[in-house]
């Protein structure tokens, strides 16, 4: 069973520049979580969809936003880059069951590297 | 944003010696994850906790959920080489709105052959 693929593996910008990032799930799971992971810091949570519709958003600015499509893939987008945005993005999917409450158990994928230059 | 109390930062042990971290929190979690971490990779789901008290088995690895349901500890038995990595602890509470996990910054752990 193929795991949760990120694209690109890395992505440079420069600072006011729009960076879009993008995240498949496993199969059969419909809830999709991006998170920040600054360099020496542990995960900031930055968005949590389901179903195509977003569920619940960290402390980050309105410039980070995303979507879930359909099939569930996600994509990240980041307008008005700052210096400070330049960090590892983690998008891990997790299976939501509808009859005793959710799971916790998120996979996440490999990353994408954010370079704000 | 809101993190766990991890512990300790980072760890330089002998091969074979035994490892222990923990997590606290100011809040009560229905969910603890324990994850690792390799250079260049995603976080790997390690163990995954449910119920107050429990404690679970991963082969070398065991972790406990806290009763007060503030706090987990990962234990590692007769640490190798390729037990190096990051581990992060992570709290979450099923069923909630939230959806997210709540990650602890981290124990880097080194083993020395």
């Known amino acids: 069973e193929a795991g949760v693929t990120q694209s690109p593996t890395h992505l440079i910008k420069t600072r006011g520049q729009q960076a879009t990032l993008r995240c498949s799930p496993i199969s059969g799971h419909t809830s999709v979580y991006w998170y920040q992971q600054a360099l020496g810091l542990g995960l900031q949570f930055l968005l949590w969809?389901?179903?195509?519709?977003?569920?619940n958003r960290g402390n980050f600015p309105p410039r980070f936003s995303g979507r879930q499509f359909p099939n569930y893939s996600s994509e990240l987008n980041v307008n008005a880059l700052e210096l400070e945005d330049s960090a590892l993005y983690l998008c891990?999917?997790?299976?939501?069951?509808?009859?005793?409450?959710?799971?916790?158990?998120?996979?996440f994928g490999p990353g994408t590297r954010l370079t704000v230059l | 944003g809101q993190q766990l109390n991890q512990s300790p930062q980072s760890m330089f042990i002998q091969e074979g010696e035994d490892v222990s971290m923990n997590c606290t929190s100011s809040s009560i979690f229905n969910t603890w994850l324990w994850y690792k971490q390799d250079p260049g990779e995603g976080p790997v789901l390690l163990i995954a906790l449910y119920k107050a008290g429990e404690l679970t088995s991963n082969g070398r690895l065991t972790a406990q959920f806290g009763i007060t349901r503030k706090d987990s500890f990962l234990n590692i038995s007769a640490s190798i080489p390729s037990d190096v990595g990051i581990y992060f602890c992570?709290?979450?509470?099923?069923?909630?709105?939230?959806?997210?996990?709540?990650f602890g910054k981290g124990t880097k752990l080194s083993v020395k052959p």
């Open positions: 969809y389901d179903e195509g519709e977003e569920r």
């Open positions: 891990a999917s997790s299976l939501v069951r509808n009859s005793g409450g959710t799971y916790n158990e998120q996979f």
């Open positions: 992570a709290g979450g509470n099923y069923g909630g709105s939230q959806g997210n996990l709540i």
